[in-house]
Every structure is written in C-alpha cells, then in structure tokens.
C-alpha cells in the first residue's frame, strides 16, 4: 500500500516555472514505478512523464520534452517535476501516480493515486 501526496501547483504566467512534488509513504514507496499525469477540463487524464524506482529510466510525453524535468528522491520518498517554460495548455490538475511494475504510459495502468494539484498557466 503507497499513498501519494501532491503540493506545488498553483498560478503562473506563460514562461514561468513551476515545481511538484509527490511525496509518497508505505512500504518499500522506492522500488515503486511513479509517474506525473495532467487532466484539463473535458479532456481525458494524459501521461506526462515517468522514473522507474532506481531512477535510471526516465521517460516524457513529446509536447513536454525540454521543459519539463522528473526526478526522485528514495532517501526522501519524493518525486519531483519541475516545469520549466510553462504554457496555458499546460493548465491541467497534475497527478502523482505509483505502480508495481516498469514504466506505463497509460492511467489505467496505475494502481496508487495522490489527490492532484492544480496548475494554472495564463496568457
């Protein structure tokens, strides 16, 4: 059993960065698969990126590449994305997500959930 807990989100102008955080807690939360999702409004729930439990395979959506950084931290049990000249189509809630298993790109694939965060770009 993990638990996830999001913070970081928040208002931005276009350009501007922001940086997530998804604490984790539960049993052996590092050798967990975590990943980042975003859903907007009347949109379905998207990948964004994701770090396997090690940390050596990192994997990012395209319209993310070059702007946004995932990263871990075991001894801390945190996951971090740091978004990096933010767009308003990135406005979106931000999901923390854990599986049992390698990198999944799909929500479904996904068993642990954090609560979400929102991230809010204006124009």
């Known amino acids: 059993q993990v638990q996830l807990v999001e913070s970081g989100g928040g208002l931005v102008q276009a350009g501007g960065s922001l940086r997530l955080s998804c604490a984790a807690s539960?049993?052996?939360?590092?050798?967990?698969?975590m990943g980042w999702f975003r859903q907007a409004p009347g949109r379905e729930r998207e990948f964004v990126a994701a770090v396997s439990g090690s940390g050596s395979n990192i994997y990012y959506t395209d319209s993310v590449k070059g702007r946004f950084a995932i990263s871990r931290d075991n001894a801390k049990n945190t996951m971090y994305l740091q978004m990096n000249t933010l767009k308003p189509e990135d406005t979106a809630v931000y999901y923390c997500?854990?599986?049992?298993?390698?990198?999944?790109?799909?929500?479904?694939?996904?068993?642990?959930w954090g609560q979400g965060t929102q991230v809010t770009v204006s124009s």
């Open positions: 997500a854990a599986r049992l298993a390698r990198i999944g790109y799909y929500s479904g694939e996904y068993y642990y």
């Open positions: 539960g049993r052996a939360a590092s050798t967990y698969t």
